[in-house]
């Protein structure tokens, strides 16, 4: 009887040892499904960047600020590939380091024929944009946020955009 009892124990501890250690094996599984999906296609606008001689022929290779600026946008979109498919990169550093140089890029002088409102509107936008993507970050999910990441692309993009239309027409701009 007492032999009896003890099988009994036994083997529903042996069963619920099988069963749990049988679950245990079924969720590694699909871990390990998860961790080899598909490569994802991630798009985003693509920064445009001045040509170095551009930038000679109108000042802006002597503007810090605006070079810090468009560095850390470059090492943004290059980052982000790898941020959205595997979480690697410290994306929320690289977002601050912008921030930084974006404040002191709107509190530096501006060359002569650039300082206008629209440029300077344009970078502001371009600073809320990357402060706003920076409050999402762990809000959103990662695949949620290149389209943010995207935003701040286009931003920048249309202040480059801004740059080469003043530069094209400062002969129809009164001082």
């Given at each position: 009887?007492?032999m009896n009892?003890y099988?009994k124990?036994f083997?529903?501890?042996?069963l619920?040892?099988?069963s749990?250690c ?9 871990e390990l499904?998860n ?5 994802l ?13 551009f ?13 810090l600026?468009?560095a850390?946008i ?5 980052s982000i590939?790898?941020?959205i498919?595997y979480g690697e ?5 690289q977002?601050?380091?912008i ?6 890029l709107r509190?530096?002088e501006?060359p002569k ?8 509107s ?5 600073n ?25 692309f286009q931003?920048?993009?249309?202040c480059n ?6 530069v ?6 009164i001082?």
């Open positions: 009887m007492i009892n099988l124990y083997l529903f501890s042996c619920f040892l099988f749990s049988k679950q245990n094996k079924e969720n590694d599984s699909l499904n961790d080899s999906s598909e490569i296609a991630i798009d985003y606008t693509v920064p445009i960047i001045l040509s170095q001689e930038k000679d022929k109108n000042e802006l290779s002597e503007w810090r600020d605006y070079i600026v468009e850390n470059l090492v943004l979109a290059n590939t790898a941020y498919a990169g410290d994306i929320e550093n977002l601050n380091v921030e930084k140089y974006l404040i002191n509190r530096s501006y024929t650039l300082n206008t409102p629209e440029l300077i344009r970078f502001k936008l371009l809320v944009q990357v402060t706003n993507t920076k409050i999402v970050l762990n809000e959103f999910d990662r695949l949620n946020l290149v389209k943010e990441f995207d935003k701040i931003y920048f993009n249309n955009n801004i740059i080469k239309y003043i094209e027409n400062k002969s129809q701009i001082d």
